[in-house]
């Protein structure tokens, strides 16, 4: 295993607002009207029965909150709120299946889950939406690791999996790959924007964080070169950045 380290001031990360690319944010919605949320946003509810509405206004702030991480790396990026969390921060497999597939067919570069399953019985169903959003070009940004739990679809093949580093600065990444078994690990810091007069040990942290900031920096790759389609060719233009 070989492992680089990148800071948004390094290529290929430098100068990029990730413009043009389309984010969905899988989770519980986004408040629009949020002032960390300095974007149009755009979305769908994926409801029990699998019904979709417009309705993607957040009521409990998860999702608000990822998305607004995302866009302090990636201001420049089209945002798409799936959601398919109502009061709670709970939803069933199938639904997130329905989420990921749904936001490959509307066209989303990246699709940002700030959750996952630990229930193995799942891969199956998961990895078919993966394999889905590999189809279209879309590619799945998901927790892999926390806490000493493997989480899907974040553990799949095809999916950038992301672990939370307490040891990252909130500007650097480091990306792990693995060459003997075709996978890449990003590792992020757990941390969101600060706020201002409020102390960084008390302020929301954790992997759904480390998650959305790695999606912010895959944002500004794709954004650079918009021929990346899926997570093995992010493996080669980091690799070659890394050189």
């Not at 990029?16 to 969905?24: D, E, P």
């Not at 979305?43 to 866009?71: C, K, N, P, S, W």
């Not at 889905?132 to 590619?139: F, H, K, V, Y």
């Amino acid at each position: 295993m070989s492992a680089a380290r990148f800071t948004l001031d390094q290529p290929p990360f430098a100068g990029l607002t990730g413009a043009g690319v389309r984010v969905a944010v899988i989770d519980s919605g986004i408040h629009p009207a949020n002032p960390h949320i300095d974007a149009p946003v755009s979305g769908v509810r994926i409801g029990a029965a699998g019904e979709t509405d417009g309705d993607f206004v957040d009521r409990i702030g998860h999702g608000t909150a990822v998305a607004a991480a995302i866009l302090e790396k990636a201001p420049g990026i089209e945002l798409v709120a799936v959601r398919v969390f109502d009061r709670t921060l709970a939803t069933s497999a199938d639904i997130l299946a329905r989420a990921i597939s749904w936001a490959a067919d509307n066209g989303a570069r990246l699709v940002n889950l700030s959750l996952g399953t630990a229930n193995p019985a799942r891969a199956a169903l998961l990895g078919a939406a993966v394999a889905d959003a590999r189809a279209a070009g879309t590619i799945v940004v998901s927790a892999l690791e926390s806490g000493g739990v493997t989480w899907l679809p974040g553990s799949l093949p095809n999916v950038a999996g992301v672990v939370l580093d307490p040891s990252c600065d909130r500007n650097a990444l480091v990306v792990e790959l693995d060459a003997t078994r075709r996978s890449i690990r990003f590792f992020a810091s757990g941390h969101p924007r600060p706020i201002p007069g409020v102390p960084v040990e008390r302020n929301l942290s954790g992997i759904s964080f480390a998650v959305a900031n790695v999606s912010g920096f895959l944002a500004r790759v794709l954004e650079a070169d918009g021929s990346l389609r899926e997570v093995a060719q992010l493996d080669r233009a980091l690799r070659g950045a890394a050189r």
